[in-house]
Structures are given as structure tokens and as C-alpha cells.
């Protein structure tokens, strides 16, 4: 399995920018079932949960971090094998690199937790200018 995320760039403050997130070697309609979610990297932090969407089994619910609840949107496209973060009134403090990651067997408990995603994208950088 691979995550290939991309779409990361600079933008002004309060513009937008949507991420992609295209995944590959799942079995035939199994990445469906994957809960994914987006984490970001800040320097000099840890990395942070984003947000995430679950399986189909789980009705594809979707969970956002506090700081950005309202601005980003997170979904995905099961028939491209592929995720999405739409990020809006993009503020500095959202700099950071953005990852994708994917799990078959996320608990709702575990989701903003970076050990409970097995599988991970290498990254893309977004700079927010103020």
C-alpha cells in the first residue's frame, strides 16, 4: 500500500487549497472500508491530528480538530482510491506538512492518534504568508 499526497503550496492568508491524497495496492473496493485522516507537522511540534473519515462500515463520519473545524473539509473519492483535504481561510499558523495516512482498524477513540494509522504519504509542504 502507498499514499501519494500532493497539492501543497503557498498561498496568502485567508486564501484556500486542496489536498490530494491518491492511495494504491489496496485490494479491489478494501480502500472503502480504510478509515483516513490528514496529520500536519509544525516545526518544533509534534506531529498533529487533522482530520480524519471513516470506512464505509462506519457510515463515513468524518472528525476535526478544533483548530480547524469550520475551515477544512476532509472527504474522498472511493472510486479514484483517493482522499481530499479542502482547507479555507487558511490562517499562517496552518503551515506546516501535511501527511495522509490510512488504517483498516482505527477505533473512534484513536483517531486523532498518529500510532493507530499504519500506512502513511510522504508529505506536502503548505506555506500560509501573512
Known amino acids: 500500500v502507498q499514499l501519494q499526497a500532493s497539492g501543497g503550496g503557498v498561498v496568502q492568508a485567508g486564501g484556500s487549497l486542496r489536498l490530494s491524497c491518491a492511495a494504491s495496492g489496496f485490494t479491489f473496493g478494501s480502500f472503502s472500508r480504510y478509515t483516513v485522516a490528514w496529520f500536519r507537522h509544525i516545526p518544533g511540534k509534534e506531529r498533529e491530528f487533522v482530520a480524519d473519515?471513516?470506512?464505509?462500515?462506519?457510515?463515513?463520519?468524518?472528525y476535526y480538530d478544533d483548530s480547524v473545524k469550520g475551515r477544512f473539509t476532509i472527504s474522498r473519492d472511493n472510486t479514484k482510491n483517493t482522499m481530499y483535504l479542502q482547507m479555507n481561510s487558511l490562517k499562517p499558523e496552518d503551515t506546516a506538512v501535511y501527511y495522509c495516512a490510512a488504517d483498516a482498524g482505527v477505533i473512534l477513540s484513536s483517531v486523532s492518534l498518529n500510532q493507530a494509522y499504519k500506512y502513511w504519504g510522504q508529505g506536502t509542504l503548505v506555506t500560509v504568508s501573512s
Open positions: 473519515i471513516r470506512g464505509s462500515g462506519s457510515g463515513g463520519r468524518t
